[in-house]
Every structure is written in C-alpha cells, then in structure tokens.
DNA sequence: CGTCAAATTGACAAGGTTCAAGGACCGTGG
DNA sequence: CCACGGTCCTTGAACCTTGTCAATTTGACG
C-alpha cells in the first residue's frame, strides 16, 4: 500500500512490460500515468464484441479476461486468457475489426494503452507481448489437439504460472486462481464434469494443489518434462 | 502457359494478396520481379526450424507447407496450413524466432517477399495476411475445442475452399488436395482410421466429396450454416 | 508384375460426455 | 444468529465418440 522511496509498488501490468523489454523512462512515465484513473468493469463485461472496430488498445491492470468464440448452437471456446499486463486490441493494421469477442473473467481493471510512438521500448513492448500472445494461441493448439484432458489441464496450468510469474503475481509455484471449473473446461474444450475428475486425479498424484483460490504446482519442471511439449520462447537473448 | 496480352496469367500468389488490397504499381512490380526465380522445394523441407532466427520473410507461390509442433513423445499437431499466397515468418518485431516449425506438405515454390517498404500498399497487404492467419489460428482452436470429428473435417474443409478461393485456386466449390487422410488427421487432432470413417459418413450425406486429388463441397452455404460458426471478416468494408 | 504408400475395414478398448442428484460454500436478509 | 438461495463442486451410472491394433485392399508407378 505505502510505495517504498527507491521503487515504489509497481503494478503488475507494468512489471510484466518490464519483464518483457526494459523500457525507459519515457514508456514508463507514460504508463504510470495512463494506468492512473483505471476503468473498472464488472466480470462478464464484455471489453469487445467480435467484429467491432477496434478503437484502441487497453491494456488489462487487474483481474481476468479471455477472448471466446461462440457458436450459434450454445457452445463456447476459450481462445485464450488474458492476464495483467495483457493488451487488448492491440494491432498494427488499418481499419481492423475484432477477430473475437473479449470477456472479463473477473472484475478487471483497465486504461488505455499509451501510445506506442512515444517511446520506442514501449512499442518494442508491444511488439512483444503480441508476440507472447501468438505464441500461446499456437500452444493452445498442440494442447486442444494432441493432449488428453489430464494433460491439457496441467499444461495450462503451466503456462498460467509462467506467465503470472513475468507480472510477479505468483510466488513458490503458486498464484490466485479465480476461474471456475467450469470456465476451465471452455479453455480446455472439456466438461466442467471431466476437468472435476480429472483434478482429482492430479491432486492425488501430488501434481497439482488448488483449494480455494490457491492453485500451487509443487514440481513445475516434473510436470513440464512429463508433457513433451517444448519450450516456448519468443525473440532471441542479446 | 501464354501470357494474354491485357491481363497476364497471374501466380495465384500474386491474386491473393491481390485480393486482399488493390496493390499499386509498385508493389506489384516488386512481387513480378521477385516471384521471378522461384526456389523449388521437395515435401517435407523444412523451411523454417522452431525457435531458429526468423532472417527474412518469404511468400509461399506453389504448393501447401504447414506449421507443426511436434511433441517429444512423437505426437505432431499440425498447428496451421499454408496456401500459396500465405506468407512465411513474416513478423513485425525484432529479434523474432520461429514459434513453430514449418514443413513443405508437398512440393513447394517460395521466394523471398519484397520489403514492405517498397509500397505502402504491400505492407497492408502483409498486414491484412497477418490478420488472416491470425483469423485462421482462432478458428483452429475452435476447430479442436468445441467440434466433433465431422464438423471439424468439414469445417476444415469449408476454411480451405475460402481461402484457395482467394488466390484463383478453386472452382465450382471445388479445388484440388494433395494431402492425406493422415496428414488431415494430424491437422484436426484425430485419427486418420478416424478420419477415413467420418469422410464416408460425409460422403454418403453428400456434404463432401473427395477422390482422387479433388475435393468438393456440392453445397458449402448449408454445411457452413450446420456448423453454427459465425462468419470470420477481418478488415472493415471501405 | 512387384512394391510402396495410402485408404479401408473390423473388433475392441479407452477416454470423455451426459444426465441427474447431492453436498459444500458462500453472501444476503430476516 | 440462522435460514435461505444461488453458485460451484462432487459423485455415479449409462452411453457415445474416438482411439488402438491389425489385417486387407486399393492405386500409382517403375
């Protein structure tokens, strides 16, 4: 609550940018006053109808959101999460139009995203983050088509640690949780029967822990080697 | 094989992109000249290695690659298909690696793809392309997480006749498909025995048709609306 | 004609869904 | 403080879709 002198609480939308590209001081200037009054919306707002023009980018200060497909027959999908320090809309082409609607998971925070010409580690941040963003799309893939449900769960649950972690909102292998089973089962293309099962299973091998809105993974590197997939990375080190 | 005098027979690389934004002299100077020398590639070439450095984008001309991920285990997902006309390792931020590997399915034809700085035009072109695969990885997650063996051949199906559409590839509902059962199954997350009992079931519906190198869907309409998937657009109408 | 990859078939097993019901855990209002 | 209602989690049994394994057929091609 009380900012420290050297380096004040820093929101986890920022520490993750941060984490992403060291942006300078121009970037963050920019970011913490965007960040300041923050919009904040109820869960199942929905940030952005599919096949709306897209404004401009926000970007997501607190809580969960997801992009989801929806068909005419009921059934729904969960493209893909978005966590703190995610942007929404954001894009490089002219006149584009939402590929898919955005949801909030939870009560969310978010502003505006500042203007990528003001600095250029910001915009290399961007870059990044929409790199990250594909590269989980594609992950998304492999595990809706060649995992089974056990599988799909801890993979995601993987992932949601990593990428929790580059905001520093998860600490000894584990972070808040606030989905549903149910809404883990449209990520996951499952029942929100089957994921309940086969969260048990998981439990009892000691793999995985979620009770209350705690969800800890005791051996993360064990679990990661049992599912074969490989390491996702994004742009090279310098 | 002759060129006509007004308008020479064009790569159907160039049709898409064509069809994608009107290019100016420019750009369609620069893709004359570049698609020029093709570089010709047998089936299973890698042309781009995961995790390898992205040195320059490429414009598929003949042919269909695929991006795979494959797992440790031998299970391979087949993760999105390239067309001709679809670009490779295009990217817009640096440093960029390869998320996933991409592999030629048949005999290919690529060339390097001019600099988008050559034409404002062209680099909406490769924008509007990005966009599109963007569009085609969310209607692949879909695909895999919420329809059920027979939707997502025909699904599939449906995705291919558009897209070969764009670049002059396909007639009466009809175009030509040079992949196997197999390799279909490891784009749809199935089996290919699978695959091979739910093509009859289509078959015998007349939904899809499919012997030989030739595929058609005698009524495309009705099967798009049977899925209850909602139309992909991508940029707004001027 | 022989060979090889691809397509096809059958019998069976496994994984996931469906339906239905009960139980736990809230927050709310009396 | 307790009763209430709602949402979420949990469980069981039957059922259906898809995978597995193994064998056979087809078709293209030298």
Redesign the pocket.
């Known amino acids: 609550m009380t900012p420290k002198a050297a380096h004040p609480i820093q929101s986890p939308a920022i520490t993750r940018l941060l984490a992403l590209v060291p942006l300078d001081d121009a970037a963050l200037d920019a970011l913490r006053l965007a960040t300041q009054p923050p919009r904040r919306l109820r869960a199942r707002y929905e940030l952005l109808a599919a096949g709306q023009q897209i404004r401009e980018a926000q970007l997501l200060l607190r809580g969960w959101a997801a992009r989801v497909c929806d068909l005419r027959d009921g059934r729904r999908q969960i493209l893909h999460l978005l966590l703190p320090g995610d942007l929404i809309g954001s894009c490089e082409h002219e006149r584009p139009l939402a590929a898919s609607s955005i949801i909030a998971l939870t009560e969310v925070e978010v502003c505006a995203a500042p203007d990528a010409a003001l600095s250029p580690t910001l915009r290399e941040a961007y870059a990044q983050s929409r790199a990250h963003e594909q590269a989980h799309l594609l992950a998304q893939i492999t595990r809706l088509g060649q995992?089974?449900?056990?599988e799909?769960i801890a993979d995601l649950a993987l992932e949601l640690l990593d990428r929790l972690s580059l905001a520093g909102l998860a600490t000894n292998n584990s972070y808040a949780m606030p989905?549903?089973?149910?809404?883990v089962?449209d990520a996951l293309?499952?029942?929100?029967?089957?994921?309940?099962?086969?969260?048990?299973v998981l439990r009892k091998d000691g793999e995985l822990i979620w009770?209350?809105r705690e969800l800890s993974l005791p051996n993360p590197e064990r679990l990661q080697q049992s599912m074969g997939r490989p390491a996702v990375r994004v742009s090279a080190s310098r």
């Open positions: 995992m089974n449900a056990q799909r989905l549903t089973q149910e809404t089962a293309g499952l029942t929100s029967v089957h994921v309940n099962r086969m969260l048990q009770s209350g």
